[in-house]
């Protein structure tokens, strides 16, 4: 999606013919807080009807329709009993990372369109499988990286595309809070499966894996830990079962290497900014306090003019649009024009496969190459 277009999405939508005489009929698994905005966004779009709700917490489905309008006969306490007795056009998998694979696959296997949360999945093996239902399915599925949409973050794509930093061959990327461990389902191993790495690390790996244009991981060398979890210190020590702070080294096709640090807490206000350097001039991207789906000040271009050193710096965009709701708009067009993922999960899926190599090699203490089969 071009600066263009981001800059005249709300005219754009204003002016768009809308035909709301048939409603994108919509379930969402999962009724947490990240399903709110899901709900907020479809409840603007006078095509778009969210018809069903499923919940395993007894209860809280209900709360949710509730609050939000949705009929009490379209609750279900299982998102099998919802595909069993809906009929939808899509579904929004708003539920925690373990269980992403199974609702998604679940849903395409049912012929249903899928805007699924990120991170993707947990591990590799889930990616794949859901990669492989989709293909089957022939429906649309979308991961959701609203960051994506964000003007400053298509600006670095644009810039990596124009040329002008020549040949990519490294890259530093990552980001964190300094104190920001989230609770809930978010810290537990049997829900979660994975900490910062998913959660944040996804968002600052797509940031440059989408402007290099995701070539294929091959090896990894990876480290996480959970000093901060673990700690006393910490009100849910005691349930914490996954990563705080994770990096790793990873070896990309086409020569280039990423050098990757993530974190929920740490004893330092960044790990670091973005750097894209390459064989003509390299840009860096000023990281954020805590990561916020766009950039942490103006760009800097590092290159040369004429023999001069010069560096050139790319004012900071005003993004006057809701990049979450362009994800939900977006998605919804797709589906009902039949069109192509706007985040898809081919990209996605060399994102999951270095959260996973990163997992894998750091529980292995060593050095893991990454195998992705042919989809």
Not at 74 to 91: C, Q, S
Not at 93 to 113: F, P, Q, S
Not at 164 to 178: A, F
């Amino acid at each position: 999606m071009s600066d263009a277009v981001l800059s005249q999405f709300k005219k754009a939508e204003e002016e768009k013919a809308v035909d709301a005489t048939k409603k994108l009929r919509v379930g969402i698994i999962g009724t947490g807080w990240i399903a709110e905005a899901h709900i907020d966004s479809y409840k603007r779009m006078p095509d778009v009807e969210v018809v069903a709700l499923a919940d395993i917490i007894p209860g809280k489905a209900a709360a949710f329709a509730e609050k939000y309008g949705v009929p009490a006969a379209h609750i279900y306490g299982h998102h099998t009993e919802m595909l069993a007795a809906e009929e939808l056009d899509a579904v929004s998998v708003c539920t925690y990372n373990a269980t992403h694979a199974e609702c998604t696959i679940d849903c395409l296997n049912k012929g249903i369109n899928v805007l699924l949360e990120k991170p993707m999945c947990v591990t590799l093996e889930e990616g794949i499988a859901i990669r492989k239902a989709e293909k089957e399915s022939g429906k649309v599925l979308s991961i959701g990286f609203q960051p994506r949409f964000d003007p400053n973050m298509q600006m670095i794509k644009k810039i990596v595309e124009s040329g002008e930093l020549g040949e990519i061959y490294y890259i530093q990327t990552g980001g964190g809070r300094r104190r920001g461990i989230p609770g809930s389902t978010f810290i537990e191993k049997s829900t979660a499966g994975i900490g910062a790495l998913g959660d944040i690390g996804c968002y600052s790996l797509d940031m440059v894996l989408n402007s290099i244009g995701y070539p294929k991981p091959l090896t990894v060398s990876g480290y996480k830990s959970d000093f901060f979890g673990k700690s006393p210190d910490y009100e849910h020590h005691d349930v914490f079962g996954v990563d705080d702070f994770a990096a790793a080294f990873v070896r990309l096709e086409g020569g280039i290497i990423l050098d990757f640090r993530i974190a929920w807490a740490m004893n330092l206000d960044t790990p670091g900014d973005t750097i894209i350097m390459g064989t003509k001039g390299s840009v860096r991207v000023p990281s954020t306090e805590c990561w916020n789906g766009s950039i942490g000040g103006p760009l800097v271009i590092y290159h040369e003019i004429a023999g001069e050193q010069i560096e050139t710096h790319i004012p900071m965009k005003h993004n006057d649009v809701d990049c979450f709701d362009i994800k939900i708009r977006s998605f919804v067009d797709a589906v009902k024009e039949d069109g192509e993922a706007p985040v898809p999960c081919g990209q996605i899926l060399y994102n999951q496969a270095i959260i996973d190599g990163i997992s894998r090699s750091a529980e292995l203490g060593r050095e893991i190459e990454i195998e992705i089969p042919e989809i």
